[in-house]
Protein backbone atom coordinates (compact mmCIF):
# COMPACT_ATOMS: atom_id res chain seq x y z
CA UNK A 1 0.00 0.00 0.00
CA UNK A 2 1.02 3.43 -0.32
CA UNK A 3 1.60 5.79 2.12
CA UNK A 4 -0.78 8.66 2.31
CA UNK A 5 -1.23 12.17 4.14
CA UNK A 6 -3.53 13.55 6.63
CA UNK A 7 -5.79 15.92 4.75
CA UNK A 8 -8.81 18.45 6.70
CA UNK A 9 -11.65 20.18 5.34
CA UNK A 10 -12.65 17.47 2.48
CA UNK A 11 -15.43 18.89 0.44
CA UNK A 12 -17.39 17.63 -2.98
CA UNK A 13 -15.52 19.71 -5.32
CA UNK A 14 -12.52 18.38 -6.65
CA UNK A 15 -10.95 21.21 -8.52
CA UNK A 16 -8.63 22.94 -7.31
CA UNK A 17 -9.68 26.78 -8.24
CA UNK A 18 -6.65 28.25 -7.52
CA UNK A 19 -4.80 25.38 -9.76
CA UNK A 20 -2.72 27.25 -12.26
CA UNK A 21 -3.13 27.55 -15.84
CA UNK A 22 -0.58 26.41 -18.57
CA UNK A 23 0.23 29.50 -20.47
CA UNK A 24 -1.77 30.32 -23.79
CA UNK A 25 0.35 28.69 -26.02
CA UNK A 26 1.50 25.73 -24.41
CA UNK A 27 1.37 22.40 -23.39
CA UNK A 28 3.71 21.47 -20.83
CA UNK A 29 2.94 18.07 -19.80
CA UNK A 30 1.93 14.67 -21.22
CA UNK A 31 -1.84 15.84 -20.66
CA UNK A 32 -1.67 19.44 -20.39
CA UNK A 33 -2.38 20.54 -17.17
CA UNK A 34 -2.31 19.19 -13.28
CA UNK A 35 -5.27 17.76 -13.37
CA UNK A 36 -5.01 15.15 -16.57
CA UNK A 37 -7.83 17.38 -18.58
CA UNK A 38 -6.02 16.96 -22.24
CA UNK A 39 -8.15 19.94 -22.68
CA UNK A 40 -6.20 23.35 -24.02
CA UNK A 41 -9.16 26.34 -23.94
CA UNK A 42 -6.74 28.85 -25.23
CA UNK A 43 -6.09 26.70 -28.80
CA UNK A 44 -7.63 27.45 -32.11
CA UNK A 45 -6.79 24.58 -33.87
CA UNK A 46 -8.40 23.43 -37.47
CA UNK A 47 -11.87 23.82 -37.78
CA UNK A 48 -11.93 22.24 -41.55
CA UNK A 49 -9.74 19.57 -42.98
CA UNK A 50 -6.07 20.68 -42.11
CA UNK A 51 -2.34 20.50 -44.26
CA UNK A 52 0.71 19.16 -42.82
CA UNK A 53 2.70 22.09 -41.82
CA UNK A 54 6.19 20.22 -40.78
CA UNK A 55 7.09 17.01 -39.64
CA UNK A 56 10.37 15.45 -37.93
CA UNK A 57 10.57 11.79 -39.18
CA UNK A 58 12.02 10.80 -36.19
CA UNK A 59 15.86 9.96 -34.31
CA UNK A 60 18.75 7.85 -33.84
CA UNK A 61 18.99 6.16 -30.50
CA UNK A 62 21.48 3.12 -31.92
CA UNK A 63 23.53 3.29 -28.49
CA UNK A 64 20.28 2.37 -26.39
CA UNK A 65 19.85 -1.34 -25.39
CA UNK A 66 17.92 -3.46 -27.19
CA UNK A 67 15.01 -3.64 -25.13
CA UNK A 68 15.14 0.32 -24.77
CA UNK A 69 14.51 1.43 -28.31
CA UNK A 70 10.89 0.58 -28.84
CA UNK A 71 10.21 3.22 -25.66
CA UNK A 72 12.68 6.02 -26.72
CA UNK A 73 11.18 5.78 -29.99
CA UNK A 74 7.68 7.17 -28.77
CA UNK A 75 8.13 10.61 -28.75
CA UNK A 76 6.03 12.69 -26.42
CA UNK A 77 6.23 16.18 -27.42
CA UNK A 78 5.37 19.56 -24.99
CA UNK A 79 4.86 22.91 -25.84
CA UNK A 80 5.93 26.58 -24.07
CA UNK A 81 6.85 29.52 -25.54
CA UNK A 82 6.61 28.86 -29.65
CA UNK A 83 8.82 25.52 -28.90
CA UNK A 84 8.65 22.04 -29.44
CA UNK A 85 10.75 19.86 -26.84
CA UNK A 86 10.97 16.30 -27.59
CA UNK A 87 12.56 13.04 -25.15
CA UNK A 88 14.54 10.16 -26.61
CA UNK A 89 18.12 9.79 -25.48
CA UNK A 90 18.43 13.74 -24.31
CA UNK A 91 16.42 16.58 -25.39
CA UNK A 92 15.77 18.47 -28.64
CA UNK A 93 14.43 21.59 -29.34
CA UNK A 94 11.71 22.82 -32.24
CA UNK A 95 10.40 26.05 -33.65
CA UNK A 96 6.98 25.88 -33.30
CA UNK A 97 6.34 27.31 -36.57
CA UNK A 98 8.94 25.71 -39.06
CA UNK A 99 9.98 22.73 -36.91
CA UNK A 100 13.27 24.19 -37.04
CA UNK A 101 15.92 22.02 -34.50
CA UNK A 102 17.19 24.96 -32.57
CA UNK A 103 18.96 22.90 -29.92
CA UNK A 104 19.82 19.27 -29.08
CA UNK A 105 21.13 17.92 -25.50
CA UNK A 106 22.62 14.51 -25.22
CA UNK A 107 22.58 12.47 -22.38
CA UNK A 108 24.66 9.70 -22.39
CA UNK A 109 23.36 6.96 -21.15
CA UNK A 110 20.00 7.87 -20.02
CA UNK A 111 16.95 8.16 -21.74
CA UNK A 112 14.27 10.39 -21.61
CA UNK A 113 10.85 9.08 -20.97
CA UNK A 114 8.39 11.95 -20.12
CA UNK A 115 9.00 16.01 -19.77
CA UNK A 116 6.96 18.75 -18.45
CA UNK A 117 7.85 22.54 -18.75
CA UNK A 118 7.66 25.09 -15.92
CA UNK A 119 8.94 28.69 -14.94
CA UNK A 120 11.69 28.45 -18.07
CA UNK A 121 12.90 25.27 -17.49
CA UNK A 122 12.48 21.84 -19.26
CA UNK A 123 12.32 19.01 -16.18
CA UNK A 124 13.48 15.63 -18.55
CA UNK A 125 12.70 12.72 -16.44
CA UNK A 126 14.91 9.93 -17.22
CA UNK A 127 16.49 6.74 -16.93
CA UNK A 128 20.26 5.10 -16.73
CA UNK A 129 20.42 1.94 -19.61
CA UNK A 130 22.12 -0.37 -16.19
CA UNK A 131 20.75 -0.99 -13.60
CA UNK A 132 21.23 -0.27 -9.67
CA UNK A 133 22.22 -2.57 -6.67
CA UNK A 134 18.71 -2.98 -6.27
CA UNK A 135 17.64 -4.36 -9.71
CA UNK A 136 15.77 -1.08 -10.63
CA UNK A 137 17.11 1.08 -13.30
CA UNK A 138 18.25 4.61 -12.13
CA UNK A 139 16.15 6.95 -12.58
CA UNK A 140 16.73 11.33 -12.85
CA UNK A 141 15.52 14.50 -13.09
CA UNK A 142 17.40 16.45 -15.10
CA UNK A 143 16.81 20.16 -15.69
CA UNK A 144 17.56 22.38 -18.64
CA UNK A 145 16.73 26.02 -19.41
CA UNK A 146 13.98 25.82 -22.17
CA UNK A 147 15.86 29.16 -24.34
CA UNK A 148 19.10 27.47 -24.33
CA UNK A 149 19.56 23.98 -23.81
CA UNK A 150 22.07 24.54 -21.21
CA UNK A 151 21.97 21.64 -18.15
CA UNK A 152 20.96 23.44 -14.78
CA UNK A 153 21.52 20.47 -12.37
CA UNK A 154 20.34 16.80 -12.23
CA UNK A 155 18.58 15.07 -9.34
CA UNK A 156 19.05 11.15 -8.32
CA UNK A 157 15.23 9.78 -8.18
CA UNK A 158 16.39 6.65 -7.25
CA UNK A 159 14.32 3.86 -9.04
CA UNK A 160 12.58 3.03 -12.36
CA UNK A 161 10.69 6.45 -13.48
CA UNK A 162 7.87 7.71 -15.28
CA UNK A 163 6.23 10.53 -16.83
CA UNK A 164 5.71 13.66 -14.99
CA UNK A 165 3.15 16.29 -14.61
CA UNK A 166 3.03 19.51 -13.20
CA UNK A 167 0.23 22.10 -12.09
CA UNK A 168 2.36 24.90 -12.18
CA UNK A 169 4.19 25.07 -9.05
CA UNK A 170 5.31 21.68 -8.72
CA UNK A 171 6.53 18.43 -11.24
CA UNK A 172 5.70 14.91 -9.85
CA UNK A 173 7.22 12.04 -10.66
CA UNK A 174 6.02 8.45 -10.29
CA UNK A 175 8.46 6.06 -9.55
CA UNK A 176 8.50 2.47 -9.09
CA UNK A 177 9.04 2.58 -5.13
CA UNK A 178 6.45 6.28 -4.56
CA UNK A 179 5.89 9.37 -6.03
CA UNK A 180 8.24 12.69 -5.49
CA UNK A 181 7.04 16.33 -5.64
CA UNK A 182 10.04 19.16 -7.14
CA UNK A 183 9.79 22.78 -7.35
CA UNK A 184 10.95 24.18 -10.88
CA UNK A 185 14.95 24.22 -9.64
CA UNK A 186 14.79 20.67 -8.93
CA UNK A 187 14.13 21.04 -4.89
CA UNK A 188 12.53 17.51 -3.81
CA UNK A 189 9.17 19.05 -1.53
CA UNK A 190 7.90 15.89 -0.81
CA UNK A 191 7.62 12.16 -1.31
CA UNK A 192 4.82 9.83 -1.64
CA UNK A 193 6.26 6.51 -0.39
CA UNK A 194 4.80 3.51 -1.40
CA UNK A 195 5.75 0.15 0.39
CA UNK A 196 5.34 -2.22 -2.36
CA UNK A 197 7.75 -1.95 -5.82
CA UNK A 198 4.23 -1.30 -7.87
CA UNK A 199 4.69 0.46 -11.35
CA UNK A 200 2.51 3.35 -12.18
CA UNK A 201 2.17 3.50 -15.73
CA UNK A 202 1.72 7.49 -15.95
CA UNK A 203 1.40 10.75 -14.53
CA UNK A 204 -0.24 11.68 -11.45
CA UNK A 205 -3.84 14.11 -11.33
CA UNK A 206 -3.14 16.84 -8.82
CA UNK A 207 -6.17 18.67 -7.28
CA UNK A 208 -6.00 21.54 -4.41
CA UNK A 209 -4.09 19.39 -1.75
CA UNK A 210 -4.09 15.95 -2.84
CA UNK A 211 -2.35 13.52 -5.74
CA UNK A 212 -4.68 10.61 -7.74
CA UNK A 213 -1.93 8.22 -8.08
CA UNK A 214 -2.42 5.08 -10.16
CA UNK A 215 -0.09 1.64 -10.52
CA UNK A 216 -0.29 -1.88 -11.76
CA UNK A 217 -3.66 -3.27 -9.45
CA UNK A 218 -4.01 -0.30 -7.07
CA UNK A 219 -5.27 3.66 -7.93
CA UNK A 220 -5.95 6.11 -4.49
CA UNK A 221 -6.04 9.55 -3.08
CA UNK A 222 -3.01 10.51 -1.31
CA UNK A 223 -1.89 13.84 0.62
CA UNK A 224 0.65 16.66 -0.80
CA UNK A 225 1.01 17.60 2.39
CA UNK A 226 4.67 16.96 3.88
CA UNK A 227 6.34 16.04 6.75
CA UNK A 228 8.30 18.68 8.02
CA UNK A 229 11.78 17.31 9.06
CA UNK A 230 10.98 14.10 6.40
CA UNK A 231 9.13 15.22 3.79
CA UNK A 232 6.97 12.04 3.50
CA UNK A 233 3.26 11.86 3.75
CA UNK A 234 2.31 9.16 6.32
CA UNK A 235 -1.15 8.60 6.82
CA UNK A 236 -3.98 6.81 4.74
CA UNK A 237 -6.83 8.13 2.93
CA UNK A 238 -8.29 5.55 0.71
CA UNK A 239 -7.29 3.36 -2.40
CA UNK A 240 -8.82 1.02 -4.55
CA UNK A 241 -7.30 -2.38 -4.94
CA UNK A 242 -8.60 -4.10 -8.53
CA UNK A 243 -6.07 -6.95 -8.60
CA UNK A 244 -2.50 -7.01 -10.63
CA UNK A 245 -4.38 -8.58 -13.54
CA UNK A 246 -6.03 -4.97 -13.92
CA UNK A 247 -4.01 -1.69 -14.56
CA UNK A 248 -5.26 1.87 -14.00
CA UNK A 249 -4.03 4.49 -16.29
CA UNK A 250 -3.22 7.99 -15.61
CA UNK A 251 -6.48 10.01 -14.03
CA UNK A 252 -8.53 12.89 -14.72
CA UNK A 253 -9.80 15.06 -12.00
CA UNK A 254 -13.39 17.27 -12.89
CA UNK A 255 -15.59 19.12 -10.96
CA UNK A 256 -17.40 16.43 -10.09
CA UNK A 257 -15.09 13.20 -9.48
CA UNK A 258 -11.65 11.70 -10.52
CA UNK A 259 -11.98 9.79 -13.58
CA UNK A 260 -9.90 6.60 -13.77
CA UNK A 261 -9.33 3.95 -16.39
CA UNK A 262 -8.73 0.60 -15.70
CA UNK A 263 -7.62 -1.87 -18.73
CA UNK A 264 -7.05 -5.95 -18.26
CA UNK A 265 -2.86 -6.75 -18.36
CA UNK A 266 -3.23 -10.17 -18.98
CA UNK A 267 -5.20 -12.44 -21.88
CA UNK A 268 -7.23 -13.83 -19.73
CA UNK A 269 -10.99 -14.27 -18.84
CA UNK A 270 -11.95 -11.14 -16.23
CA UNK A 271 -11.97 -12.09 -12.96
CA UNK A 272 -15.52 -12.80 -11.06
CA UNK A 273 -16.76 -10.26 -9.55
CA UNK A 274 -14.70 -6.96 -8.37
CA UNK A 275 -14.24 -3.66 -10.04
CA UNK A 276 -14.29 -4.52 -13.68
CA UNK A 277 -12.63 -2.84 -16.85
CA UNK A 278 -13.51 0.74 -18.39
CA UNK A 279 -13.83 4.38 -16.92
CA UNK A 280 -14.50 4.51 -13.35
CA UNK A 281 -15.50 7.81 -11.17
CA UNK A 282 -14.61 8.59 -7.60
CA UNK A 283 -15.40 11.24 -5.55
CA UNK A 284 -13.17 12.93 -2.84
CA UNK A 285 -14.32 10.31 -0.54
CA UNK A 286 -13.51 7.07 -2.51
CA UNK A 287 -17.00 6.41 -3.12
CA UNK A 288 -17.40 5.28 -6.60
CA UNK A 289 -19.77 7.41 -8.78
CA UNK A 290 -20.53 5.64 -11.61
CA UNK A 291 -18.73 3.38 -13.93
CA UNK A 292 -18.97 3.50 -17.71
CA UNK A 293 -18.44 0.15 -19.56
CA UNK A 294 -15.71 0.10 -22.63
CA UNK A 295 -16.65 -2.28 -25.83
CA UNK A 296 -15.40 -5.53 -24.97
CA UNK A 297 -16.11 -9.19 -25.52
CA UNK A 298 -14.74 -12.19 -23.99
CA UNK A 299 -15.55 -15.11 -26.24
CA UNK A 300 -13.19 -18.09 -24.29
CA UNK A 301 -10.44 -18.23 -21.74
CA UNK A 302 -8.90 -21.17 -24.24
CA UNK A 303 -5.77 -19.79 -26.25
CA UNK A 304 -6.76 -21.98 -29.08
CA UNK A 305 -10.16 -20.02 -29.37
CA UNK A 306 -10.57 -16.66 -30.02
CA UNK A 307 -10.90 -13.89 -27.24
CA UNK A 308 -10.96 -10.13 -26.76
CA UNK A 309 -8.47 -7.87 -24.84
CA UNK A 310 -9.32 -4.33 -24.31
CA UNK A 311 -7.26 -1.17 -23.58
CA UNK A 312 -8.72 2.49 -22.67
CA UNK A 313 -6.76 6.29 -22.64
CA UNK A 314 -7.19 8.36 -19.62
CA UNK A 315 -9.96 10.61 -20.88
CA UNK A 316 -10.03 14.05 -22.06
CA UNK A 317 -12.85 16.54 -20.34
CA UNK A 318 -14.15 19.79 -21.18
CA UNK A 319 -17.67 21.80 -19.72
CA UNK A 320 -18.65 18.55 -18.64
CA UNK A 321 -18.16 16.57 -21.21
CA UNK A 322 -15.67 13.39 -21.43
CA UNK A 323 -14.13 11.52 -23.95
CA UNK A 324 -12.16 8.49 -23.85
CA UNK A 325 -10.80 5.83 -26.77
CA UNK A 326 -10.75 2.25 -26.26
CA UNK A 327 -9.11 -0.65 -28.84
CA UNK A 328 -10.23 -3.75 -28.92
CA UNK A 329 -7.83 -6.65 -30.29
CA UNK A 330 -9.37 -9.82 -30.76
CA UNK A 331 -7.19 -12.85 -30.65
CA UNK A 332 -7.01 -16.15 -32.12
CA UNK A 333 -4.73 -18.90 -31.14
CA UNK A 334 -2.41 -16.12 -28.99
CA UNK A 335 -2.39 -13.92 -32.55
CA UNK A 336 -4.05 -10.60 -32.52
CA UNK A 337 -6.88 -11.01 -35.76
CA UNK A 338 -8.44 -7.24 -35.95
CA UNK A 339 -8.74 -4.35 -34.23
CA UNK A 340 -11.42 -1.97 -33.73
CA UNK A 341 -11.08 1.56 -31.67
CA UNK A 342 -14.33 3.04 -30.17
CA UNK A 343 -14.53 7.03 -29.45
CA UNK A 344 -17.19 7.58 -26.32
CA UNK A 345 -18.52 10.62 -25.55
CA UNK A 346 -20.07 10.91 -21.93
CA UNK A 347 -21.75 13.02 -19.33
CA UNK A 348 -18.53 13.69 -16.34
CA UNK A 349 -21.55 13.92 -13.41
CA UNK A 350 -23.52 10.83 -14.50
CA UNK A 351 -21.51 8.60 -16.56
CA UNK A 352 -23.92 8.30 -18.99
CA UNK A 353 -22.53 8.16 -23.11
CA UNK A 354 -23.88 11.10 -25.13
CA UNK A 355 -22.72 9.49 -28.45
CA UNK A 356 -19.85 7.24 -29.82
CA UNK A 357 -17.80 6.46 -33.14
CA UNK A 358 -16.22 3.01 -33.84
CA UNK A 359 -13.66 2.75 -36.33
CA UNK A 360 -12.34 -0.55 -37.57
CA UNK A 361 -8.77 -1.62 -38.65
CA UNK A 362 -5.37 -2.43 -36.80
CA UNK A 363 -4.80 -0.35 -33.94
CA UNK A 364 -2.73 0.06 -31.26
CA UNK A 365 -3.28 0.89 -27.35
CA UNK A 366 -5.93 3.52 -27.28
CA UNK A 367 -4.61 7.07 -28.02
CA UNK A 368 -5.81 10.02 -25.07
CA UNK A 369 -7.75 12.26 -27.06
CA UNK A 370 -7.44 15.76 -26.75
CA UNK A 371 -10.48 18.71 -27.09
CA UNK A 372 -9.84 22.35 -27.71
CA UNK A 373 -12.20 25.40 -29.14
CA UNK A 374 -15.23 22.82 -28.85
CA UNK A 375 -13.98 19.85 -30.80
CA UNK A 376 -12.36 16.37 -29.27
CA UNK A 377 -9.67 15.30 -31.98
CA UNK A 378 -8.37 11.94 -31.92
CA UNK A 379 -6.40 9.09 -33.79
CA UNK A 380 -7.52 6.12 -34.74
CA UNK A 381 -6.92 2.95 -36.77
CA UNK A 382 -7.25 3.22 -40.89
CA UNK A 383 -9.45 0.28 -41.88
CA UNK A 384 -7.84 0.18 -45.45
CA UNK A 385 -4.35 -0.69 -44.42
CA UNK A 386 -2.76 -3.72 -42.12
CA UNK A 387 0.11 -4.11 -39.53
CA UNK A 388 -1.30 -0.07 -38.27
CA UNK A 389 0.87 1.44 -41.37
CA UNK A 390 -1.21 4.30 -40.81
CA UNK A 391 -4.10 6.35 -39.08
CA UNK A 392 -6.33 8.64 -39.02
CA UNK A 393 -7.10 12.01 -37.58
CA UNK A 394 -10.54 12.48 -36.64
CA UNK A 395 -11.94 15.40 -35.26
CA UNK A 396 -15.60 15.49 -34.01
CA UNK A 397 -18.16 18.35 -32.51
CA UNK A 398 -19.38 18.25 -28.99
CA UNK A 399 -22.77 16.38 -30.25
CA UNK A 400 -21.00 13.69 -32.32
CA UNK A 401 -20.55 15.61 -35.31
CA UNK A 402 -17.71 14.51 -37.17
CA UNK A 403 -15.81 17.39 -38.64
CA UNK A 404 -13.12 16.25 -40.50
CA UNK A 405 -10.35 13.10 -41.01
CA UNK A 406 -7.07 13.03 -42.83
CA UNK A 407 -4.19 10.31 -42.88
CA UNK A 408 -1.60 10.49 -40.23
CA UNK A 409 1.87 8.11 -41.63
CA UNK A 410 1.81 5.94 -38.92
CA UNK A 411 0.72 4.74 -35.34
CA UNK A 412 -0.25 7.02 -33.20
CA UNK A 413 1.23 7.71 -29.83
CA UNK A 414 0.19 10.79 -28.48
CA UNK A 415 -1.81 14.21 -29.17
CA UNK A 416 -0.99 17.59 -27.99
CA UNK A 417 -2.56 21.07 -29.53
CA UNK A 418 -0.94 24.42 -28.89
CA UNK A 419 -2.06 27.77 -30.62
CA UNK A 420 -3.24 26.90 -34.37
CA UNK A 421 -1.54 23.58 -34.27
CA UNK A 422 -2.13 19.79 -33.52
CA UNK A 423 1.05 18.00 -32.86
CA UNK A 424 0.75 14.31 -33.81
CA UNK A 425 3.64 11.86 -32.32
CA UNK A 426 4.49 8.72 -33.80
CA UNK A 427 5.98 5.69 -33.27
CA UNK A 428 9.46 5.54 -34.62
CA UNK A 429 9.85 9.29 -32.81
CA UNK A 430 8.23 10.91 -35.64
CA UNK A 431 5.83 14.04 -34.89
CA UNK A 432 3.46 15.91 -37.61
CA UNK A 433 2.21 19.34 -36.91
CA UNK A 434 -1.35 20.02 -38.84
CA UNK A 435 -2.47 23.50 -39.33
CA UNK A 436 -5.84 25.21 -41.38
CA UNK A 437 -4.93 24.86 -45.15
Given at each position: ???????????D?????S??A??V?G?????????????N?H???P??????????????????????????S?????I???R???G????????????????K??????F?V?L???????H??E??????????????????????????RT????????????DG???????R??Q?G???A???????A?G???????????S???????????F???????????????D????VD????????P??V???????????????????G???????????????????????A?M?G????E????????????????????????????T???????????D??????????????E????????????R????V?D?G???????????Y??????S??????????H??V?????????R??????????
Open positions: MFALGSLAGCSTLRDRLKPSNWPSVHYDGHNTNHPADPTDEPKVAWRIEGHSWNSAPAKTTYRLNATPVAGGVYVGQGVTCYDTRTGEQLWRENGNRVGAVLHGQVAVRASGRSTSGDPKGFLSVIDAATGEHTVRCGARTFAPTTDLIVVPTRGIFDSGNRQWRVDTPRIPPGPAAIDDSVYLSASGEGRYSRRSDPITGTTVSRWSSGLRRRWHPTTDECVLAPLVQLAQDLPEAGVQEGLHAYGRDGRRRWHLPVPTWSDESRQFICRVSSPAVADGVGYVTSTRLSLEGGVTSTDTTLQAFTTSGDERWRATFPGGSDAVSPVVADGVYAVPSTRGGETSRLVAGRHGDRWSVDVPGTGFLASGETLYVALGGRIVAYRSR
